[in-house]
């Protein structure tokens, strides 16, 4: 393997694991931030649905954002020197993650609706 080569491995290496750590984050945030929502909400004494549909939108929009990173991430780690197998478990990985946002962001889309203004 060449320096060039070398390089663009730990690169690219490294660069997966910021992208993992960047949806760990930014999940963790979201669950944080849905929380928060909910909380704040039922101390102020609002009893509808409304603070449930806000906290679900809040996480909904940061998974969605998570499950991004991490396809990328996945992409990343499988760029370099891939086998048949690694193409294999990439292509099923990011299928799941795929049907996992579509649906994520269709559930965000009705909410989105469903919240009174």
């Known amino acids: 393997m060449g320096i060039a080569e070398s390089i663009i491995n730990t690169i690219a290496r490294y660069a ?4 993992q750590l960047a949806a760990v984050l930014i999940i963790v945030a ?9 909380i704040r909400n039922r101390i102020k004494r609002i009893s509808d649905y409304k603070p449930v549909l ?24 499988s760029a370099i020197a891939p086998t048949w197998d690694d193409i294999g478990k990439l292509a099923a990985i990011i299928a799941l993650r795929t049907i996992l946002n579509y649906f994520l ?3 965000i889309k ?3 609706q469903d919240i009174p203004r």
Do not use: D
């Not at 997966?16 to 992208?19: D, E, F, S």
């Not at 806000?54 to 780690?77: C, N, P």
């Open 54 to 77: 806000e906290s679900r939108l809040e996480l909904g929009h940061t998974l969605s954002l998570g499950l991004s990173f991490l396809i990328g991430a996945s992409i990343l780690k």
């Open 110 to 112: 009705t909410l989105g």
């Open 16 to 19: 997966t694991y910021i992208a």
């Open 30 to 38: 979201g669950m944080v931030g849905a929380v928060y929502y909910y």
């Open 105 to 107: 962001t269709r559930e």
